[in-house]
């Protein structure tokens, strides 16, 4: 199991086990972690589920694809660091992840 914490808009902490091959959108969701909803299923077509990545996992998480990228451009709050996190599967390599939940 791969541990994720998620910081909330209130600066409170969430931490969460979380199960290789999963997206880190559903982790969150089957955790109910406020202020992530998921409401398009994990299609990058929502931002429900939008999160900052601390520097130190930026490369591990990957880069934005395409069409997270473009649904990106046109959500609020966005900052460098900006990812959706259902296009951001959990594994073995992000144990300790930190991801920060974006205002809502
Ligand atoms: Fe809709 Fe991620 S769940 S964009």
Redesign the pocket.
């Known amino acids: 199991m791969v541990k994720v914490t998620f910081v909330l808009p209130d600066k409170t902490t969430r931490a969460v086990e979380a199960e290789p091959g999963w997206k880190l959108?559903e982790i969150a969701v089957n955790n109910a972690v406020p202020g992530i909803?998921?409401?398009?299923?994990?299609?990058?077509?929502?931002?429900?589920?939008?999160v900052y990545v601390e520097q130190k996992w930026r490369e591990p998480t990957g880069e934005r694809n395409d069409v997270?990228q473009a649904?990106l451009e046109n959500s609020f709050e966005v900052r460098e660091n900006s990812r959706?996190?259902?296009?951001i599967e959990v594994t073995e390599a992000l144990d300790g992840l930190v991801v920060e939940v974006a205002p809502s």
Not at 37 to 50: F, I, P, R, S, Y
């Open positions: 959108m909803d998921g409401d398009c299923g994990g299609e990058a077509a929502c931002a429900t589920c939008h997270e649904m959706l996190s259902c296009q």
